[in-house]
Nanobody, 115 residues
Framework: QVQLVESGGGLVQPGGSLRLSCAAS????????MGWYRQAPGKQRELVAL???????RYADSAKGRFTISRANAKSTVYLQMSSLKPEDTAVYYCNMVLNGNDYWGQGTQVTVSS
């Protein structure tokens, strides 16, 4: 059974930084795309950033220039470094991985940006 476990969320002031991590465990023999999504209260879940198996990245316009996605395949882990955080970044952040040809989601980690 494959599981994703996220960490790194919390409360941060506007302009601050956070680093999210998501580690996969279980029987993993193929890792494809990894990504981060978020869902704010009353809104639909939206893409934040993706990183392909080849290292190509894609960002939502709201994340460009402020967030950086990276991956460590040996650790089956994806990271999201977030800087210059704004109150509108407040949401539950979910990691997503395509592993062994299947789609997996983490349980979500709350990020709150507030003074």
């Amino acid at each position: 059974q494959v599981q994703l476990v996220e960490s790194g969320g919390g409360l941060v002031q506007p302009g601050g930084s956070l680093r999210l991590s998501c580690a996969a465990s279980g029987s993993i023999f193929r890792i494809n795309t990894m990504g981060w999504y978020r869902q704010a209260p009353g809104k639909q879940r939206e893409l934040v950033a993706l990183v392909s198996s080849g290292g190509s990245t894609r960002y939502a316009d709201s994340a460009k220039g402020r967030f950086t996605i990276s991956r460590a395949n040996a650790k089956s882990t994806v990271y999201l470094q977030m800087s210059s955080l704004k109150p509108e970044d407040t949401a539950v952040y979910y990691c997503n991985m395509v592993l062994n040809g299947n789609d997996y989601w983490g349980q979500g980690t709350q990020v709150t940006v507030s003074s």
